[in-house]
């Protein structure tokens, strides 16, 4: 991607993953594409034993350096909190967690770019995906003067096959093999497969495939009980200890992916156009968003979560489809976080064997009052006041009825 006066970027902050795409890219960059110079920028937003040797892998192919920043505190407090917050899933099942992850990365590019001068900033993002979006606009979101380069958009390459060829010619090791064939992205809130074999949808994903979660049929026999505090909407302490954001994630990904707690396995619908078939592990993510879910069911007006439960299909696109610094993201953000002022006090969770289920909640700021829910005898509620509520209620349905011809 040239500038206004023709020029291509000479300085290039890449973000970096140390796979395949990103080692090859980088190659590619310096030897095929011309760059001066290719700044390798990785953040640590949960990617554990992958950080290792990252940075003596990006100089030996050619980076000038190689950045590694810790965004583990800040994805999970100013990111995957807010989304919790807003109760977001897409399409019903998905958690978000790649999309999430974008917007902290881009935005730590820019910084890096302004820092050292660079012209531009480059991804590894397909041009089928939804990740080029997300990269994409969160940059012009953040600096209208930052040019991007998408390589995948301007290479020869057609598959993962041809970089695999590429990285075996110009001596690139990568973790990908042809004997296990897809991709995956890991943070603090989830890891996802795509590619390779499980581009069929039919086919059941391999048992050895997954990381964080334990197979259902192999979880402990005896159930695992589990509070989860919060405080104004976010979780705070895990069976009374108090953690600070990344670590408690952490702390109920353990938990939860030991009995098997947070394997989805979706068709889902990109922002390009298509569908994609994705496998994701969000073991402490599941039991976070079903634990403040029931959190809400006691604290919240019931007009307040019927509003809120409207805009969740909307704030959760935002999120997926990258528009995480539009002004409607935070617009709603705020309506949302307008909502959380009371939605604090702990949540007693059961995990068996993969299943998850509230099984007690209780709150300072608790709308359930056992005098009006009693089925027992009781001062404060007339149960004949509800034959006039019905009447009222029901007059709507019942004019067109009495104005039918004949009747």
Known sequence: MTDKAGREPEKIILAYSGGLDTSVILKWLLTDRGAK???AFCADVGQAEELEGLE???LKLGASKCVIKDLR?????DYVFPAMRANAVYEGQYLLGTSLARPVIAKHMVDLARAEGADAVAHGATGKGNDQVRFELATMALDKNLKTVAPWREWNFKSRSEL???????GIEVPVTAEKPYSTDRNLLHISFEGGILEDPWAEPREDMFVLTTAP???PDKPTYVTVDFREGDPVAVDSVELEPAELLKKLNEIAGANGVGRVDIVESRYVGMKSRGVYET???TLLALAHRNMESLTLDREVIALKDSLVPRYSAMVYNGYWFSPEREALQNFVDGTQKNVTGTVRMKLHKGGLRTVGRKSPFSLYSP???TFEEDAVYDQADAGGFIRVNGLRLAIPLAKKPGD
């Open 56 to 58: 003596e892998k990006a």
């Open 371 to 373: 005098e009006h829910a």
């Open 73 to 77: 505190e800040e994805f999970v407090r």
């Open 37 to 39: 110079e290719v700044i």
């Open 283 to 285: 073991p402490g993510g």
């Open 217 to 219: 049929e192999k979880a």
């Open 164 to 170: 695999l060829a590429y990285a075996a010619k110009n």
